[in-house]
Nanobody, 122 residues
Framework: QVQLVESGGGLVQSGAPLRLSCATS????????MGWFRQASGKERDFVAA????????YYADSVKGRFTISRDNAKNTVYLQMNNLKPEDTAVYYC???????????????WGQGTQVTVSS
């Protein structure tokens, strides 16, 4: 069982940066691929970014490429999402996710956090 706790959300102005963190429990963090998803009000949950166990492979949705960076610190059991040049359309609840497979982290991860709200004002 993996428990995920997101933090770092908030209200920012358009163009500002924000960094989300996701702390995980357990001693097997290094075995999991990690990802970030987001869900805007009234819309489906969408994939944002993912990273494999070593950090050697990263994946991004086209809408965030060049603005968002996913990273992980296996010593701290934490994954991060650095978000730069935020836009109002980035407003959503952001969820951290984990899965034992890099093949499925982008589509159907097994574990989810509770989410953190990010609101970008224009």
């Amino acid at each position: 069982q993996v428990q995920l706790v997101e933090s770092g959300g908030g209200l920012v102005q358009s163009g500002a940066p924000l960094r989300l963190s996701c702390a995980t429990s357990g001693r097997t963090f290094v075995l999991y691929a990690m990802g970030w998803f987001r869900q805007a009000s009234g819309k489906e949950r969408d994939f944002v970014a993912a990273i494999n166990w070593s950090g050697g492979s990263v994946y991004y949705a086209d809408s965030v490429k060049g603005r968002f960076t996913i990273s992980r610190d296996n010593a701290k059991n934490t994954v991060y999402l650095q978000m730069n040049n935020l836009k109002p359309e980035d407003t959503a609840v952001y969820y951290c996710a984990a899965d034992s497979s890099s093949a499925t982290i982008k589509t159907r991860p097994n574990y989810w956090g509770q989410g953190t709200q990010v609101t970008v004002s224009s």
